[in-house]
C-alpha cells in the first residue's frame, strides 16, 4: 500500500504531480486574490521528447525529463513550487511575482536548459518553450484563468519556433497595467 505523499509524486522526476500541483495553484490563487499579491505560472514543455525517444531510446528521453527537472529545481527560489505536469509539460508556480519577472526567469531558465546536455551528455541538446501568465489585475478571475493563459502562450511559443525570422521560444504576452511583483510595492 502506497502513502499519502508519494501518491502526489511523479516518479520519474520526483517532482510534485499535477494533481498535487493542482491542489497548490488553487491555493495560491485563493491568496493571491484575496490579498492582491502578485502570482506568475510558467509551463514548460520539453522539445522534441519523441524524437529523443525514439532516435536515442527511452532511457535517453527519461534523462532529458530528468535533466530538465533537475535545472527547474535549481532555478526555482524558496516559494516557488515547481511539478511535473506529465509527459514532457512542468509547472513553476511563481508566487510574489509579476509577469515582467516570470518572463524573465523564463528566458533564464530556457539558457540553463540549452546546457543540461553538457551535465548529460548522452542524449545531446535539449529545448524548451515556455506560456508565461501572471493574475490580472481584474477581479473574478480563477486558477484555472491562470493554468490556461500559461497553455494558451505556450501554443504560441510552439507555434512561432516554426514561422521564419525571430522564434520566441517563452511567450508572455503584454503586461497587465497592475504588473508588480510584491516587493516592489
Known sequence: MMNGSTLFLDQLTGLPN????????????????????????????????????????????????????????????????????????????????????????????????????????GFGMIDVCIGVSARPSEDGWRAQDLLDLADLRLTSAKRSRHRPGTPQHVWAGPPDPMDDDDEAQ
Open 18 to 121: 499535477r494533481a498535487c500541483f493542482l491542489d497548490r495553484l488553487s491555493e495560491a490563487a485563493d491568496d493571491a486574490r484575496a490579498h492582491r499579491r502578485a502570482l506568475a505560472l510558467l509551463v514548460i514543455d520539453l522539445d522534441n521528447l519523441f524524437l529523443i525517444n525514439l532516435e536515442k531510446g527511452r532511457h535517453a528521453g527519461d534523462q532529458a525529463l530528468i535533466a530538465l527537472a533537475q535545472t527547474l529545481r535549481r532555478s526555482a527560489r524558496t516559494n516557488d513550487f515547481v511539478a511535473r505536469l506529465g509527459g514532457d509539460q512542468f509547472a513553476m508556480l511563481l508566487p510574489g511575482t509579476s509577469l515582467t519577472t516570470a518572463a524573465q526567469l523564463a528566458s533564464a531558465i530556457r539558457s540553463l536548459v540549452g546546457r543540461a546536455h553538457e551535465v548529460h551528455p
